[in-house]
């Protein structure tokens, strides 16, 4: 049995916004797995223990660079990690960020290590990207890495939004400018997962479909101790299709209530202003990440040794 910790449960709470109680239980019923005791609290508590599941807890910016026009349009989104939120601000980690963007956007390198070699110096430290990393880290004394990025080309116009440096926005378009933009301004606050509902990923549809089934075997458990009759079984399989359906609404962008208009869907807005979304891609800092806090600062410490021992 894994031993919990008062900081696995805080993270749940703050991942869940679950009581403290119930997310120590949902931990230790799911013996210390974090994503199966958020499910868990969802079974139990609906989604109210959804609702912050957008919260992080790794630190980091988002950076986006869009160069050219027409058909020769191409970009770059990054996102770069580091320890602490008082270094995003520090201005040779973002200039370091916006560099990253940049030498995506103009080379589409292959994997991390080859956006690395790719010719760059800024204070002092170069030739490449990967040597300005290492003395960053050693200057400022906290561990930074590249995390991921995605490079843009040839699947139409580009438009981009950054919700501050913590949300990142690209998306793919044929049409209008300014509706384009707005798009992107929706998506980083609604955080669809697909364009439309038939492009949702099926493992996320089923998960959410055992989420609504353990839900109802938790009701049907309710009402046999409360001494009512259960629901028929045709009942219960129609509310975890509806849950299903009503998740998928949710979750794909022309479904979604237009946020600066929501009498109208996404769809509805796009098609007035003849206007097609080709893609997105949605980047938050963090997301996905868990935190390792008992190693970090040996990590870090072995980081800037390193970096120090290649000066």
Do not use: W
Not at 77 to 99: G, P
Not at 140 to 161: P, Q, T, V
């Amino acid at each position: 049995m894994a031993a919990i910790t008062a900081s696995m449960v805080g993270e749940l709470r703050a991942k869940t916004d679950a009581p403290m109680m119930e997310c120590k239980k949902a931990l230790t019923e799911a013996e210390g797995n974090m994503e199966k005791a958020e499910e868990l609290l969802r079974i139990k508590l609906g989604n109210k223990a959804g609702k912050a599941s957008g919260r992080i807890t790794a630190e980091g910016v988002v950076t986006a660079f869009v160069d050219g026009e027409g058909s020769s349009v191409r970009g770059g989104m990054i996102e770069i990690n580091c320890e602490t939120d008082f270094v995003t601000k520090n201005d040779s980690f973002l200039a370091l960020a916006n560099a990253a963007a940049m030498l995506v956007a103009k080379n589409n390198p292959a994997d991390i290590a080859a956006l690395g070699a790719l010719p760059y110096e800024q204070d002092g430290f170069g030739p490449t990207l990967e040597d300005v990393r290492k003395g960053l880290i050693g200057k400022i004394g906290e561990n930074m890495s590249f995390r991921r990025f995605k490079h843009f080309a040839g699947n139409g116009k580009l438009a981009s939004y950054l919700h501050g440096t913590r949300i990142g926005v690209m998306v793919e378009f044929e049409g209008d400018d300014t509706s384009a933009k707005d798009v992107a301004m929706h998506i980083a606050a609604m955080k669809p997962v697909a364009i439309q509902a038939s492009d949702v990923p099926a493992d996320l549809i089923e998960k959410e479909r055992a989420v609504a089934a353990g839900k109802a075997e938790e009701d049907r458990k309710t009402a046999e101790a409360e001494g009512k009759k259960p629901q028929p079984a045709d009942i219960v399989a129609k509310r975890i299709e509806g849950g299903v359906q009503k998740y998928l609404k949710e979750v794909s962008l022309h479904n979604q209530p237009f946020v600066k208009n929501d009498k109208q869907t996404v769809e509805q807005m796009l098609k007035a202003a003849n206007t097609s979304i080709k893609g997105f891609t949605l980047y938050v800092v963090g997301e996905g990440i868990e935190k390792k806090v008992d190693d970090f600062a040996a990590e870090v410490a072995a980081q800037v040794a390193a970096a120090k021992a290649a000066a």
